[in-house]
């Protein structure tokens, strides 16, 4: 049942656990603005308090345009039974792998609930909830202020701070620095990419004139190094740097574009399924050829 709410009664307490992102709550702004709050906030009660799940972005518009009241949907008299419908709605509702990580770390550590128990309440495997389980536990408090704040992309920290966390074994205190370096800076994942590689993989001089010097300096320096190095390559290797590069944007945008829960019709999927059998097919060369590549 969707009740009208104050926005003062709301308990936030949650409001942490979801990632910030200023540009979409900017363009939420104006069509609140023009339009009002079409889709109700989501939330669990406890001790006769509506406790906020779903709907920060919303709420937060409320409060700067004003608004007293909201709609507001209960969807569970307890807080752990909120967090798993939240959880099983997730696929609908584009929930970022960190704030599945995140809930579920609640449902562990507060709601005293085993992966079993989870798996079996949102109907997944015990593996996809022991891996987003072990995400959380590879942040520290500090990192994980910085991504759910809206410093630093949650996409840098899973895709390129793991992958030297699992391979290099580098301790929470040199990620905690390097995200302390560059967060905030309004950096491109591409750019912190290529930071992260001269911060970890670099020399120990370039690294330490990372941490004293100008960051935008550095970064024009490395783009500068690299592009001498592709001046170097033949037409052929710069053509396959290009491809390379140019694939790498795509597995990203196919990525996050196939959890848009707008992709739904039958024309769709029929002709997706051919592209996509097409492509995994080729997966096993693809993926030799680049490990070709790392190997060289």
Same mark, same amino acid.
């Given at each position: 049942?969707?009740?009208?709410?104050?926005?003062?009664?709301?308990?936030?307490?949650?409001?942490?656990?979801?990632?910030?992102?200023?540009?979409?709550?900017?363009?939420?702004?104006?069509?609140?603005?023009?339009? =009002? +709050?079409?889709?109700? $906030?989501?939330? *669990?009660?406890?001790?006769?308090? @509506? /406790? &906020?799940?779903?709907?920060?972005?919303?709420?937060?518009?409320?409060?700067?345009?004003?608004?007293?009241?909201?709609?507001?949907?209960?969807?569970?008299?307890?807080?752990?039974? =909120? +967090?798993?419908?939240? $959880?099983?709605? *997730?696929?609908?509702?584009?929930? @970022? /792998? &960190?704030?599945?990580?995140?809930?579920?770390?609640?449902?562990?550590?507060?709601?005293?609930?085993?992966?079993?128990?989870?798996?079996?309440?949102?109907?997944?495997?015990?593996?996809?909830?022991?891996?987003?389980?072990?995400?959380?536990?590879?942040?520290?408090?500090?990192?994980?202020?910085?991504?759910?704040?809206?410093?630093?992309?949650?996409?840098?920290?899973?895709?390129?701070?793991?992958?030297?966390?699992?391979?290099?074994?580098?301790?929470?205190?040199?990620?905690?620095?390097?995200?302390?370096?560059?967060?905030?800076?309004?950096?491109?994942?591409?750019?912190?990419?290529?930071?992260?590689?001269?911060?970890?993989?670099?020399?120990?001089?370039?690294?330490?004139?990372?941490?004293?010097?100008?960051?935008?300096?550095?970064?024009?320096?490395?783009?500068?190094?690299?592009?001498?190095?592709?001046?170097?390559?033949?037409?052929?290797?710069?053509?396959?740097?290009?491809?390379?590069?140019?694939?790498?944007?795509?597995?990203?945008?196919?990525?996050?574009?196939?959890?848009?829960?707008?992709?739904?019709?039958?024309?769709?999927?029929?002709?997706?399924?051919?592209?996509?059998?097409?492509?995994?097919?080729?997966?096993?060369?693809?993926?030799?050829?680049?490990?070709?590549?790392?190997?060289?």
């Amino acid at each position: 049942m969707i009740e009208n709410v104050e926005v003062s009664s709301i308990d936030l307490r949650y409001e942490h656990y979801r990632l910030k992102n200023i540009k979409l709550e900017t363009s939420l702004l104006n069509s609140i603005l023009k339009n =009002g +709050i079409r889709d109700p $906030l989501f939330g *669990s009660s406890s001790n006769n308090s @509506n /406790i &906020l799940l779903d709907g920060f972005k919303r709420f937060r518009c409320a409060q700067k345009l004003s608004i007293k009241t909201v709609p507001f949907e209960i969807i569970a008299d307890d807080q752990a039974l =909120g +967090i798993i419908k939240l $959880l099983r709605l *997730s696929g609908n509702r584009k929930m @970022n /792998i &960190l704030e599945q990580a995140r809930l579920i770390d609640e449902l562990v550590n507060i709601f005293k609930m085993s992966f079993s128990e989870i798996a079996f309440q949102l109907e997944r495997s015990k593996t996809w909830v022991a891996m987003r389980a072990g995400v959380i536990s590879q942040m520290s408090d500090f990192v994980r202020e910085q991504i759910f704040n809206g410093s630093f992309p949650a996409y840098s920290f899973l895709y390129t701070l793991r992958s030297y966390i699992r391979m290099n074994g580098i301790k929470n205190g040199d990620i905690n620095e390097f995200v302390k370096l560059v967060a905030g800076k309004g950096l491109s994942i591409r750019d912190i990419d290529m930071l992260a590689k001269s911060h970890f993989r670099g020399d120990v001089n370039l690294s330490e004139q990372l941490k004293t010097g100008d960051i935008h300096w550095h970064l024009n320096n490395l783009k500068e190094e690299q592009k001498q190095t592709n001046d170097n390559c033949n037409s052929s290797e710069k053509k396959m740097l290009k491809n390379l590069e140019i694939c790498s944007g795509y597995i990203n945008r196919v990525i996050y574009s196939g959890k848009d829960s707008r992709i739904k019709s039958d024309d769709f999927f029929s002709q997706a399924g051919i592209l996509a059998e097409g492509t995994i097919k080729r997966l096993g060369r693809f993926k030799s050829i680049l490990e070709g590549f790392c190997d060289r």
